[in-house]
T-cell receptor
Framework: GESVGLHLPTLSVQEGDNSIINCAYSNSASDYFIWYKQESGKGPQFIIDIRSNMDKRQGQRVTVLLNKTVKHLSLQIAATQPGDSAVYFCAENFGTGGFKTIFGAGTRLFVKA | DTGVSQDPRHKITKRGQNVTFRCDPI?????LYWYRQTLGQGPEFLTYFQNEAQLEKSRLLSDRFSAERPKGSFSTLEIQRTEQGDSAMYLC????????????FGSGTQLSVL
């Protein structure tokens, strides 16, 4: 796998390796966090979410880690596949009733066969 | 298809013209959102509806932009007197009534202002 620094716009990994995408969020009052995947020509698609009372959540091949102390979120993709190539956005949700979702700038993931 | 649909997929217009986009959310979703996305950036929040009520508007939404959701189902976003800086992907999303719910996005309308 390969770990990248914050705000790096692209990540290139070998097929079968693990990917780690990092994100810094802005509002300490945010209580819900989501990772979205966006393929070319499509809208963002939900991958996994986590609430602020948790620090880890696992899905199918994906894991999200939340560190509220440093306002950091990461997405881990196990056994990365060519179909994982896309732009990944972290998003935070806050505001009255939690209605407004704010997106980060995104990381483009390239998977090399 | 029961996802969020947007029409048109692409729109090319001349500066100064008015354009209108339509969004049909997932039928049981009460909340509807409009976002704008430029190349290489994440979606930016524009406005949000709970049923037919427009509850929040971003400062990004100038007075040339207006959105409606007259019957609490489909929504329209109109841009008057378009400017080249309006060129972007306009995304619509919907979600159920529960708080902190994930968004379901349509494929967007790509606007090019010449």
């Amino acid at each position: 796998g390969e770990s990248v620094g914050l705000h790096l716009p692209t990540l290139s990994v070998q097929e079968g390796d693990n990917s780690i995408i990092n994100c810094a969020y802005s509002n300490s009052a945010s209580d819900y966090f989501i990772w979205y995947k966006q393929e070319s020509g499509k809208g963002p698609q939900f991958i996994i979410d986590i609430r602020s009372n948790m620090d880890k959540r696992q899905g199918q091949r994906v894991t999200v880690l939340l560190n509220k102390t440093v306002k950091h979120l990461s997405l881990q993709i196990a056994a990365t596949q060519p179909g994982d190539s896309a732009v990944y956005f972290c998003a935070e949700n806050f505001g009255t009733g939690g209605f407004k979702t704010i997106f980060g700038a995104g990381t483009r993931l390239f998977v090399k066969a | 298809d029961t996802g969020v649909s947007q029409d048109p997929r692409h729109k090319i217009t001349k500066r100064g013209q008015n354009v209108t986009f339509r969004c049909d959310p997932i039928s049981e979703h009460n909340r509807l959102y409009w976002y704008r996305q430029t190349l290489g950036q994440g979606p930016e929040f524009l406005t949000y509806f709970q049923n037919e009520a427009q509850l929040e508007k971003s400062r990004l939404l100038s007075d040339r932009f207006s959105a409606e959701r007259p019957k609490g189902s489909f929504s329209t976003l109109e841009i008057q007197r378009t400017e080249q800086g309006d060129s972007a992907m306009y995304l619509c999303a919907s979600s159920p009534s529960e708080a902190n719910e994930k968004l379901f996005f349509g494929s967007g309308t790509q606007l090019s202002v010449l």
